[in-house]
């Protein structure tokens, strides 16, 4: 079985595990589907903005699709959350990326 269809045999008890569908959007971006990896990041971080490490990978997956706007905003998000939960190394990471978009 393949890891996507174990996932979402995991999602079936627990559709809105963030963890799982954040795993779930690493393989489909893995498989080079980008619009369903960006559609389970965008659904975590309406639903659970503090789940900081979706921030860092949709803003990736943005800028690779060359919106560049789009990434910028996520990062800064992203940076605003990890601030808020004292997340200092995911604040840097953020950071970083988002000063290489940005300088």
Request: glycine fraction near 10%; avoid cysteine; aromatic fraction near 8%.
């Given at each position: 079985m393949d890891?996507?269809?174990?996932?979402?045999?995991f999602l079936q008890v627990n559709p809105h595990d963030s963890f799982v569908q954040h795993a779930m959007a690493l393989?489909?971006?893995?498989?080079?589907?980008?619009?369903e990896a960006r559609g389970l990041f965008e659904e975590i971080l309406n639903r659970e903005p503090e789940y900081i490490g979706s921030y860092y990978h949709l803003a990736k997956l943005?800028?690779?699709n060359d919106k560049t706007e789009e990434a910028?905003?996520?990062?800064?998000?992203?940076?605003?959350?990890?601030?808020?939960?004292?997340?200092?190394?995911?604040?840097?990471?953020?950071?970083?990326?988002?000063?290489?978009?940005t300088f």
């Open positions: 890891k996507i269809s174990k996932l979402k045999e393989e489909y971006i893995k498989l080079g589907n980008d619009e943005l800028e690779r910028i905003k996520v990062y800064e998000k992203g940076m605003e959350e990890a601030k808020k939960a004292g997340e200092n190394h995911a604040y840097g990471e953020l950071r970083g990326a988002w000063e290489e978009l």
